[in-house]
Nanobody, 125 residues
Framework: QLQLVESGGGLVQPGGSLRLSCAAS????????VAWFRQFPGKEREGVSC????????NYADSVKGRFTISRDYAKKTVYLQMNSLEPEDTATYYC??????????????????WGKGILVTVSS
């Protein structure tokens, strides 16, 4: 079964940090660009960050620039989202996703084919 699995979410105080992980089963995540999205209650999913297959290209939503860092570990076949200086406004369900086409840099929601089930991040005191 082809799927992505997120981990690392939870409750953190404002100003704190979390690191989300995204791993794949059934296919080789190393061959794909990977994106992180988040969804606030009652709102549409929005893009957070994206990393190319090579890891050389990354992009971020303006709301997280300077606070979040996306990276990948090829040995562990895992993509990470390091989230620092978290704010209550970052509270959301976070999803990792990958496109259907390997190697290609694709980062929009419409490009994604593989999705994780999502993981909740709550920033609250």
């Amino acid at each position: 079964q082809l799927q992505l699995v997120e981990s690392g979410g939870g409750l953190v105080q404002p100003g704190g940090s979390l690191r989300l992980s995204c791993a794949a089963s059934g296919f080789i995540l190393n061959n794909y660009a990977v994106a992180w999205f988040r969804q606030f209650p009652g709102k549409e999913r929005e893009g957070v960050s994206c990393i190319s297959q090579s890891g050389r290209t990354t992009n971020y939503a303006d709301s997280v620039k300077g606070r979040f860092t996306i990276s990948r570990d090829y040995a562990k076949k895992t993509v990470y989202l390091q989230m620092n200086s978290l704010e209550p406004e970052d509270t959301a369900t976070y999803y990792c996703a990958a496109p259907v086409t390997p190697w290609r840099m694709q980062c929009t929601s419409n490009d994604m084919h593989y999705w994780g089930k999502g993981i909740l991040v709550t920033v609250s005191s």
